[in-house]
């Protein structure tokens, strides 16, 4: 999957800085000397690996990340949109004419967690059965 949006940015941004760095070190290791320039490797090589374990720490933490997230405890359903028309859970049918979607507004930008054996959904329920041995009959 690419990046998009401002993912695609800081892949832009973090390439061109690499290339910017290797030109650096080239240029000082053919206008001054192999031991400056490996001094200079050095410190930058650190000064990069402690700003990628920064980004790595905020990541997990939560800081870098963008979006919902849509979980369902065990035997749990948890949808993040709307469902229109549909049996969801255990032993589920449907039967009959389908539902043509409505039109409706966008669902929420939450998160979406169902308990253990519970339903969520983040959206509108038009014409559904949820949950387990949910049957949906339209005649």
Same mark, same amino acid.
């Given at each position: 999957? /690419?990046?998009?949006? =401002? /993912?695609?940015?800081?892949?832009?941004?973090?390439?061109?800085?690499?290339?910017?760095?290797?030109?650096?070190?080239?240029?000082?290791?053919?206008?001054?000397?192999?031991?400056?320039?490996?001094?200079?490797?050095?410190?930058?090589?650190?000064?990069?690996?402690?700003?990628?374990?920064?980004?790595?720490?905020?990541?997990?933490?939560?800081?870098? +990340?963008?979006?919902?997230?849509?979980?369902?405890?065990?035997?749990? #359903?948890?949808?993040? +949109?709307?469902?229109?028309?549909?049996?969801?859970?255990?032993? /589920?049918?449907?039967?009959?004419?389908?539902?043509?979607? =409505? /039109?409706? =507004?966008?669902?929420?930008?939450?998160? #979406?967690?169902?308990?253990?054996?519970?339903?969520?959904?983040?959206?509108?329920?038009?014409?559904?059965?949820?949950?387990?041995?949910?049957?949906?009959? #339209?005649?």
């Amino acid at each position: 999957m /690419a990046p998009v949006g =401002a /993912a695609q940015v800081w892949v832009w941004v973090t390439a061109v800085a690499a290339g910017v760095v290797t030109v650096g070190l080239v240029l000082v290791m053919v206008l001054v000397d192999m031991d400056t320039a490996g001094q200079v490797a050095t410190v930058t090589g650190t000064v990069l690996s402690a700003a990628a374990l920064l980004v790595s720490v905020l990541a997990l933490a939560g800081g870098g +990340g963008s979006g919902r997230t849509v979980r369902a405890g065990r035997d749990g #359903i948890a949808v993040g +949109g709307h469902v229109t028309g549909s049996a969801l859970g255990r032993d /589920a049918k449907v039967s009959g004419a389908a539902t043509p979607p =409505a /039109a409706t =507004a966008p669902a929420p930008d939450a998160d #979406i967690r169902s308990a253990r054996g519970g339903v969520a959904t983040g959206g509108d329920v038009t014409d559904g059965a949820l949950g387990p041995g949910s049957r949906r009959d #339209i005649t």
